[in-house]
Every structure is written in C-alpha cells, then in structure tokens.
C-alpha cells in the first residue's frame, strides 16, 4: 500500500513539476522555473488531448514526482497502440525510496488498460542510473532514438 495518490495534474501543478523538471544538470539548463508563461498552453494543450495523461504523485499534500503518458494509435505491429513515457521526475528528496517504481508501474498499468501493446521511452544517454533503473523494472535497451531539435 503506498502513502502518496497519482492523479491528472492540474493547471495549479505546473510549479511543481517545472520545479522538478529543472532539478537536475539537464533540466537546469533547458527549464524555466522562474518563467512559468510557456508552460500554460502546454499544460491546456496537453489536458485536451485524449491521448495524454500528465500525472503527479502527492504525498501529504506535497507534490513527489511526475510523468508524462501518451498513448499512440498506429498501423505497426497489426494495428497496434503503445504507450510513450516521458519526464519522469521524483522530488530530489524522495528518491530511492521506491516511489519511481510504483510510478512506473502505474504507467504500465494504465498503459494495459488502454490496450497498450508496447510501453517505450527515451532517456538521456548520459543518465546512467536511470538506465539501470529501468532494466531493474524490465524494460530494455532495444532501440537506438535521435532527436533533430527544430
């Protein structure tokens, strides 16, 4: 039994999860923290697509961690939906505790449930325990991704 809820986030969490999204070497240079204006119409973008469930996890109140779930119609694998998990972030204070997995497999629980054949993401080649984070919990390095910034 877990001592934290995940729900859709809301408009009022986006402080919260740009906070957490910046709290590392990567994110510090590509977040915004002090400016929240960008992130509105991407949250409302985000709200009103069907296809996307942006989640918090909340203990006590407090906002612990977030990821970012699309499920993807496609023409692949027989006609296929697969789900696509992205900014997965803990608050630096609640790592290691094992809220990361349980967030993971809420993933992939809702992932099933949407009929989801396939769970993927990326993460950044340089973030090695996370790598290892995620073959502790089945996923594997089958892949190659890139990325053209625009």
Same mark, same amino acid.
Request: hydrophobic share 40%; net charge negative.
């Given at each position: 039994? !877990?001592?934290?809820?995940?729900?859709?986030?809301?408009?009022?969490?986006?402080?919260?999860?740009?906070?957490?999204?910046?709290?590392?070497?990567?994110?510090?240079? #590509?977040? !915004?923290? $002090? $400016?929240?204006?960008?992130? @509105?119409?991407?949250?409302? #973008?985000?709200?009103?697509?069907?296809? @996307?469930?942006?989640?918090?996890?909340?203990?006590?109140?407090?906002?612990?961690?977030?990821?970012?779930?699309?499920?993807?119609? &496609?023409?692949? #694998? #027989? &006609?296929?939906?697969?789900?696509?998990?992205?900014?997965?972030?803990?608050?630096? $204070?609640?790592?290691?505790?094992?809220? &990361?997995? @349980?967030?993971? @497999?809420?993933?992939?629980?809702? !992932?099933?449930?949407? &009929?989801?054949?396939?769970?993927?993401?990326?993460?950044?080649?340089?973030?090695?325990?996370?790598?290892?984070?995620?073959?502790?919990?089945?996923?594997?390095?089958?892949?190659?991704?890139?990325?053209?910034?625009?």
């Amino acid at each position: 039994m !877990s001592d934290f809820e995940i729900r859709r986030a809301t408009a009022d969490d986006i402080p919260a999860i740009v906070a957490m999204l910046a709290d590392d070497p990567l994110g510090a240079r #590509r977040e !915004s923290p $002090d $400016d929240l204006a960008p992130y @509105q119409p991407a949250f409302e #973008r985000i709200d009103r697509d069907p296809g @996307q469930r942006l989640v918090v996890a909340v203990r006590d109140g407090r906002t612990v961690g977030t990821l970012h779930l699309t499920v993807i119609p &496609g023409l692949s #694998r #027989r &006609g296929a939906t697969r789900s696509l998990i992205e900014a997965v972030r803990i608050h630096s $204070d609640e790592r290691g505790g094992g809220l &990361g997995t @349980q967030l993971i @497999q809420w993933a992939v629980d809702e !992932s099933r449930r949407a &009929g989801c054949v396939l769970v993927q993401l990326t993460s950044d080649a340089t973030r090695t325990d996370a790598h290892r984070f995620y073959e502790r919990l089945g996923f594997e390095a089958s892949h190659v991704g890139f990325k053209l910034a625009l």
